[in-house]
């Protein structure tokens, strides 16, 4: 199988497993993807420079990225994911009160812009935080945790840039609509710019994450080189519930059970006949899945009107939509830095200029560096 052909996690696997122990964790696993263990700062560049050729094999423009982790378990989740007990409307208010106390620090900024400088700042937004340096990823795998192992995630992406129509939708959406559970995702979305198959269609089919490199307005995210990945929201079938059901209650007294808001008795019917019933019952969870949706496109592969039939059949959720272990698995590969060699890491990353105070160039992390020196 020619490179070309290979997820990027397969090409990691085929090329570098002559030269480094290559580690395949199960498929259970949350990283189930290559994975390897450095001891050191020399290892570490090396297998870099291996994973990075990957794609000059290939004539895609992908460029890899990087992220670190003090803490090997951490998910791929941004920070609004990961608030524990979320309130309703939660991202809007967020964004709002820091706009009202702040707003010029923020004018002239595009929407993602907007975003990923409150996500700078501290913020819990959309956004998942990577760099296109990957020893300041290193950095950020072995500055805190000492008990715990760090990892470095790698991951080949196309960048895109802020005037993408999908990506200025979503931004959009977080930083100046209300979310109304209501909404369907043409109605919060969709416009004369962005087509319903274009956002589903990069939401759900493309095998893609969506990174985007920001203006780097300070030295700080600029000497971290960082980029963002931007997560949409979740959506609903509205109508998954009313096929499920309907063999064992009958078409009227589903769509009275489990029908909201405008319901399409037509479309429902020829979904009956077409679509793959038994697994949306197999398949746990109420949102809609990368995988569900691509059985469903195929199931009307011979329809032209399909895009017509779904305009207002999914619903949007508040919640963002994460990565699938299927994204996780295919597009990534982790590096592993034990707890016990995190601190020579550090050290050996002074020498060639990746101290705190580069990593973060104010003038209080100046002091703090030159003071660890004689400790």
């Known amino acids: 199988m020619a490179v070309l052909d290979m997820s990027f996690a397969q090409a990691i696997q085929k090329k570098l497993s002559k030269e480094f122990e290559v580690l395949i964790p199960s498929e259970q ?3 189930s993807h290559p994975t390897f263990v450095v001891s050191g700062l020399a290892e570490y560049i090396r297998l870099i420079a291996a994973i990075s050729s990957i794609n000059k094999d290939s004539s895609y423009s992908e460029t890899v990225v990087y992220r670190g982790m003090a803490d090997t378990e951490y998910n791929l989740l941004p920070g609004l994911a990961r608030i524990k007990k979320p309130e309703y409307d939660m991202e809007a208010t967020l964004i709002n009160d820091f706009l009202t106390r702040r707003p010029d620090a923020f004018s002239g ?4 812009d907007t975003l990923a400088k409150m996500q700078h700042y501290g913020l819990p937004t959309r956004l998942l935080d990577f760099s296109l340096n990957p020893l300041v990823a ?8 000492v008990a715990k192992s760090g990892r470095v995630l790698c991951h080949s992406t196309y960048l895109k840039n802020d005037s993408s129509e999908y990506v200025n939708a979503i931004c959009t959406s977080a930083t100046k609509k209300m979310f109304d559970d209501n909404y369907t995702v043409d109605e919060y979305y969709c416009n004369d710019t962005l087509s319903l198959r274009k956002y589903l269609s990069e939401a759900y ?3 893609e994450t969506t990174v985007v490199r920001p203006k780097y307005w300070n030295q700080r995210i600029a000497n971290q080189a960082g980029v963002f990945m931007v997560f949409p929201n979740h959506l609903i079938d509205r109508y998954r519930y009313i096929l499920i059901h309907e063999s064992e209650l009958g078409l009227d007294m589903a769509i009275h059970e489990y029908g909201r808001g405008e319901i399409d008795r037509a479309i429902i019917e020829e979904a009956l006949n077409r679509e793959p019933i038994d697994y949306y019952r197999n398949e ?4 809609l899945t990368d995988a569900s949706f691509m059985k469903m496109r195929e199931a009307y592969k011979d329809n032209d009107d399909f895009w017509h039939k779904m305009k207002k059949r999914f619903k949007i959720t508040e919640e963002v939509k994460p990565l699938s272990q299927g994204k996780i698995s295919s597009r990534f590969c982790s590096i592993i830095i034990e707890p016990k060699n995190k601190k020579k890491i550090l050290r050996d990353l002074s020498y060639i200029g990746f101290r705190a105070d580069y990593i973060y160039p104010e003038l209080e992390y100046t002091a703090q560096e030159i003071k660890r020196r004689f400790e």
């Open 284 to 287: 746990p969870g109420r949102y």
């Open 205 to 207: 089919i493309y095998d």
């Open 109 to 112: 900024l595009s929407e993602f």
């Open 29 to 31: 696993e949350y990283y």
């Open 138 to 145: 290193l950095y950020f795998a072995c500055e805190s945790k």
